[in-house]
């Protein structure tokens, strides 16, 4: 299995600009999580979806930040307009439920810096 | 509000040395405990679940344990060596159904450095 993949893996853009973060989780798993990472504030749930529906979106910081997830296969996250406070690194992750254990898979990240 | 404390931020030790890395956790409503690694540039890549009903789990030099009731868990990590260097995140997922079933919290890590 590919594992979780992430694109793009680095982006830097300029204050205002709309970003998008893509994701592809691991064939078969019903659970996409959405993470931002920080040196200050460490690892934080931004949105999770359980097939495909988003279930928990309270650690989408404000209305600049969407997320989507039109297939299994497929979720992006947005940052419109973005801000230099956006930069860090964002990850996707994925798990199936009806495994015992759930554990969770990460992707590699996107290194965002906004400028 | 679920809160994840690990203990040391940092760890240095020199190679072959025995060493345990600590979390804590707030709420023991919890589904299963994970510990991850995470390199330098890298995404997290997981070490060990435990369930709620289980006391621990091992693989190879890794032992984890988790004592629910009093919300702790341990990575014990034998023989330590200098490519065992990396950062070390243990993350609660909350059981008990509703919408925080799949939600994972985690603790801010623990920098470990083993050198030659």
């Known amino acids: 299995d590919a594992g979780v993949i992430q694109s793009p893996r680095h982006e830097v853009t300029e204050m205002g600009q709309e970003v998008t973060l893509r994701c592809k989780p691991i064939?078969?798993?019903?659970?996409l999580f959405w993470y931002r990472q920080t040196m200050m504030r460490g690892l934080e749930l931004l949105i999770y979806f359980n097939n495909n529906v988003p279930i928990d979106d309270s650690g989408m910081p404000e209305d600049r930040f969407s997320a989507k997830m039109p297939n299994a296969s497929f979720s992006t996250l947005k940052i419109q307009p973005s801000e230099p406070r956006d930069s860090a690194v964002y990850f996707c992750?994925?798990?199936?439920?009806?495994?015992?254990?759930?554990?969770?898979?990460f992707g590699e990240g996107s290194w965002l810096t906004v400028v | 509000k679920q809160e994840v404390t690990q203990i040391p931020a940092a760890l240095s030790v020199p190679e072959g040395e025995n060493l345990v890395l600590n979390c804590s956790f707030t709420d023991s409503a919890i589904y299963n405990l994970q510990w991850f690694r995470q390199d330098p540039g890298k995404g997290l890549t997981s070490l060990l679940l435990i369930q709620s009903s289980q006391r621990e789990q091992t693989s190879g030099r890794l032992n984890a344990s988790l004592d629910k009731s009093s919300g702790r868990s341990t990575l014990y990590i034998a023989a330590s060596q200098p490519g065992d260097s990396a950062t070390y995140l243990c993350a609660v997922r909350r059981g008990a159904g509703g919408t925080s079933y799949g939600k994972l919290t985690f603790g801010q890590g623990t920098i470990l450095t083993v050198h030659p």
């Open positions: 992750a994925s798990s199936f439920r009806q495994v015992p254990g759930n554990t969770i898979y």
């Open positions: 064939s078969g798993h019903d659970y």
